[in-house]
């Protein structure tokens, strides 16, 4: 990582723990989706789950078609919000679900025929306002992380092709898959293969197929026309409406988290002690796991200063991680994290009744908003 970061903001103005979003450069990230659509006609949506700060949606509308939901809190949150086309996936409905997912969305897809065909009856009244349409599994993995592999032995993501079999396709527009996980175009064009191998008689009778997400499309290697080919490729091929979901592409590198140092103690190496918590505010360090990026740091002795960072919960293992700094780092000093707009900001939690962090946005203008600060309430209220 390049050390000499340029923010558009400086850290010591802001109150932290803080998760802090540029506008601008946002927009550089949509400008790459928005090539990719124009190239090639498909269709980008934001995946919720990956990124649902909806203070910048109008923003983000001006360039995407809509929103894909994996529950019904999600489709109605991008009804209401995005206020675009909203494609939904859950790997299984209750009645209750889907009935509020079918009033919500336009692509309501299902993870079994079992699911479609026992409810039929709730469907039938939504033929004519929403298309429908079956995940699958190709059975070809690329995730590097078993974690996150919807293809491995055992999935409950997707239907093999021979489920297929006796199946009646009539009021199906669509096939769905997902295999990668921030990954590039070579990984899509592998799928792709697995994929055609195994579904082109059904793909000829779809309307549309989704690609799912995983698509690393504005990280800084990734080949952009490799992908338009593969889609223009596969329109030429099939004559079908194409969506992809790279709901982490929409907001990589978009992002901070901003953090103090409160206390730095010593137990054979120096402890520094943060204002948040890694559990709480940055739970996929623990769970991909990795090891964030922090402006201006190297690894653990590759520069002058080595410290262990940790979180403020009762945790044992609430520990960022072991870096190194050039320069000692001071009690009320403030520590920059990378790449931290997608992901972690939807899966922070207040464990230990830590306060969530407050969502900021740096405006194309440098202006600092300060879009949400969490409170008691917002802790006291999600128990009772």
């Known amino acids: 990582m390049d050390r000499k970061i340029s923010l558009n903001f400086d850290p010591l103005n802001l ?21 990719v659509q124009k190239k090639t006609g498909s269709k980008v949506l934001l995946a919720l789950k990956a990124f649902a700060m909806f203070s910048v949606f109008p923003l983000l509308r001006k360039t995407l078609f809509g929103i894909c939901a994996s529950t019904a809190n999600e489709a109605r949150l991008g009804r209401e919000m995005f206020q675009k086309e909203v494609h939904t996936f859950q790997t299984a409905y209750n009645e209750s679900d889907l009935k509020e997912v079918l009033d919500l969305s336009d692509h309501v897809i299902f993870n079994s025929f079992n699911q479609w065909n026992s409810f039929q009856k709730i469907i039938k009244p939504y033929l004519n306002k929403v298309e429908f349409g079956i995940r699958v599994n190709p059975e070809h ?15 409950r993501l997707g239907v ?24 590039d175009s070579f990984a899509l064009e592998r799928t792709l293969k697995a994929f055609e191998g195994k579904f082109k008689n059904i793909i000829q009778e779809m309307k549309w197929i989704n690609f799912g997400g995983g698509h690393h499309i504005t990280r800084k290697d990734y080949n952009v026309d490799h992908l338009c080919s593969l889609i223009n490729n596969f329109k030429e091929k099939y004559n079908k409406t194409v969506y992809l979901e790279p709901g982490e592409a929409i907001a990589l590198n978009a992002g901070f988290f901003v953090t103090t140092v409160l206390d730095i103690i010593e137990n054979e190496k120096k402890i520094a002690i943060l204002d948040s918590s890694v559990p709480c505010h940055l739970p996929d360090v623990i769970e991909m796991p990795y090891r964030p990026e922090i402006a201006g740091s190297g690894k653990h002795g590759e520069l002058k200063y080595d410290y262990r960072l940790g979180g403020q919960s009762c945790l044992a293992g609430d520990i960022l991680g072991d870096y190194s700094f050039d320069n000692e780092l001071k009690i009320g000093g403030r520590l920059v994290l990378m790449d931290m707009a997608h992901y972690t900001m939807v899966k922070m939690n207040s464990f230990n009744g830590i306060k969530l962090p407050y969502i900021i946005l740096v405006k194309k203008n440098k202006e600092i908003e300060i879009i949400k600060e969490f409170d008691y309430f917002d802790f006291k209220n999600r128990l009772s």
């Open 15 to 35: 109150p932290t723990p803080s998760f802090v979003v540029d506008e601008e450069l946002l927009e550089n990230n949509l400008k790459i989706i928005d090539y």
């Open 141 to 155: 993995s690329e995730s590097p992380v078993p974690l996150y592999d919807p293809c491995a032995r055992y999935s």
């Open 160 to 183: 093999k092709i021979d489920r297929f079999k006796g199946q009646n396709l009539k009021n199906l527009s669509g096939l769905h898959f997902h295999t990668l996980c921030e990954q």
